[in-house]
């Protein structure tokens, strides 16, 4: 028979053990790390994209030989000392969190030493123009952050690797963005599956912890402002139904096209990559000067000055600068240049949604633009929910919620007719890539790898 619970003799049982306490407390000081970490990294983001800018208007030419240069020694530092760091961060977390990896392999795609890799080789491609978002990065940041927090705990803890793995991707997400609910979203659709009721309390502590860190470094402030939807009528329709239709097709595209450069098709190309990689990331990081010199600098960076502007009416992206900012990000990423697609996605989207609303009329625009990022955001990652929370969050879209949801799933259906899903397919290669190799040992007798060797046989992404 059921009882009520004895208030006084649960509050004993919780005071009874300190070191449970410690525990705790171990974890709790982990979180804050973890969004200090975040937000270390998105300040000195920032500042170095604010210095790209600088050399874009005052010397743009020179672009067309500091962002080769970078992009090539990016690439061979990542190869040679930190291949778990490639990429956007997310497939290494899910990589960490499969079943199929050894425990003791978990350190070649999340650990401090990765943490910090991580932010200084994204930020240097920041600073370089290269097309990449922090916010995929933050969450094998904070991911890695939490990770360290298990050598300090009791042998008989209850709270295991997985759930630190977790928490510290949605905390690195929910402090990304400054949108915790996409945080707890983005912890059951894209990592877990699911939340686990012992698990719960720690990924929402670890996720307030680091959002009021973020919080209180940059104020309670959505990313994208607040944009003003006017009465959306019947006549919405049509246009929305096409922005959630072209988003989902143009992500579905984007992410075949990144599974098939990054786990090893077309060949040709790959075997071409394989063999010089550097020299491949050096033509790749000139082929993204020269479109961002084309384009007046619209596709250098993130793009979310871009978006910002598209939101508040003060600029409209031709489809061409839309399909080329489309081309920038896929190169950037088939580099092996860590940085996210996140919020260049979100940028795609926003110029596929801008599009159609200059076809449909003015005062669609915001909202369109909106759709757009929601719908293509879900078509790449096949994960609608998380897609559409970030987005209503980003913009303080509460008014457009059942926009935002319809465009996110229907998008998303879309995209599961053309691609694999990408987080996924990605994490599964790296799982096999790090299974399939042992773990780089480097010391400071090794000789110095010429292009050709210095990367494992089978590369993480």
Known sequence: MNREPDFLQNLRAELSSGRVWLDRAIVLGYAVAAGLFVVAF?????????????????QPWAILLWTPLATAAIVWTTRRWFPGAAGSGIPQVKAALHPALPPE??????????????????????????????????????????QHARRWLSPGTSIDARALLVAGGAAGIAAAFNAPLAGIVFAIEELSGRLEA????????????????????????????VIRVPHISWDALGPGLL???????????????????????????????????????????????????????????????????????HDELSPLYTLLKFIATWLTAWCGVPGGIFAPALSIGAGI????????????????????????LAAVTQAPLTAFIIVMEMVDGHSMVLSLMASAMLASLVSRMISRPLYESLAEHMVGGAIGSPAPVVTASQPEASEETSAPERPLV
């Open 42 to 58: 998105t300040i000195a983001s920032d500042w170095v994209f604010g210095l790209f800018h600088s050399l874009h208007r005052s």
């Open 105 to 146: 392999r978990r350190n070649l795609l999340v650990s401090l030493r990765l943490t910090v890799a991580k932010i200084g080789l994204a930020v240097a491609g920041l600073s370089a123009g290269l097309s990449i978002g922090r916010e995929g990065p933050s969450v094998q940041v904070a991911a890695g952050v939490m």
């Open 198 to 225: 012992r698990a719960s309390g720690l990924i929402i502590t670890a996720i307030v912890l680091a959002g009021l860190v973020a919080v209180s470094a940059f104020g309670n402030l959505s990313y994208f402002g």
């Open 243 to 313: 922005v959630a239709m072209a988003t989902g097709v143009a992500g579905g595209l984007f992410a075949r096209l990144l599974i098939a450069s990054l786990t090893g098709a077309p060949e040709r190309l790959n075997r071409v990559r394989a063999r010089w990689p550097v020299r491949f990331a050096a033509v790749g990081g000139l082929t993204v000067a020269v479109i961002g010199l084309v384009t007046g600098g619209v596709t250098f960076g993130a793009g979310s000055e871009a978006v910002k502007r598209m939101l508040a009416g």
């Open 353 to 376: 949604g801008n599009g159609i609303s200059q076809l449909a009329g003015p005062g669609l625009g915001p909202a369109l633009i909106a759709m757009g990022m929601a719908g293509f």
